[in-house]
């Protein structure tokens, strides 16, 4: 009786814990920009897709993690050069890349079942980098309104590491147990020494991108998008 007793008594005091809903669990779909970059990725909306699991510290303090995915609907993230002749050795473009980010949140605003939050993360962004090797241009072309050409790429796994902030807009209902909202924040990656390549270009006699500094930035990126969450 007195084991019966004191099972019940342990529920009693845990009961307000067990259903404090102190983590978030969320999933979310949005688009992205960059803006020193020579193309834009494709117009859709649904270009990114992330998952974000966050646990309460404090009263208005938060821990978190988050996964992004880009793009969905497209290979290429970004286009850093436009392809020429005189662009042998250099980084053309960026592929399906992953951004994996681990940081902490706070609530600046919160009334009734409205939010706002501004969260901060150092973050790594990892994918395929595509650079022209060598490239041979016919012109005139004897195709109408365009160039005839030979032209050879490789394609290289790289890894950035930088950090990212954001502010969030939520709405919580069902008893706090769900929440929908939107989210806007940037990106900025450090730079890095450039791939050291097998050049086959006759006029570029070293292995290393023909980049100035022999360096390239992964240029500042504008994140946004829509989510919805699950609290428990």
Known sequence: MRKTLLSFSLLFVSFPTLFAKNNRLEVGVGHYKF?????????????????????????????????????????????????????????????????????VGYQLYNLKNHSISINGALSIAYGTNVYQLYSVWYDPSPYPGGHSIYMVVTTRKETY???????KYDYVFWKDRLNVGINLGGRKYLSKNNAHLEMLSPNLQHIDPNIPGGRHDFPFQINYGIHVGFNF
Not at 78 to 101: C, I, Q, T, V
Not at 161 to 167: E, H, R, S
């Open 35 to 103: 803006f020193t970059a020579y193309k834009d990725p494709d117009p859709s909306f649904i270009e990114s897709f992330n998952i974000n699991y966050s646990r309460s510290i404090l009263k208005n303090t938060h821990i978190y993690t988050n996964y992004l995915n880009a793009p969905n609907a497209s290979a290429v993230l970004m286009r850093a050069n436009p392809m020429s002749e005189n662009d042998d050795g250099k980084l053309d473009s960026r592929e399906k890349y992953h951004f994996l980010d681990l940081g």
């Open 161 to 167: 590491f930088g950090g990212t902030i954001n502010l």
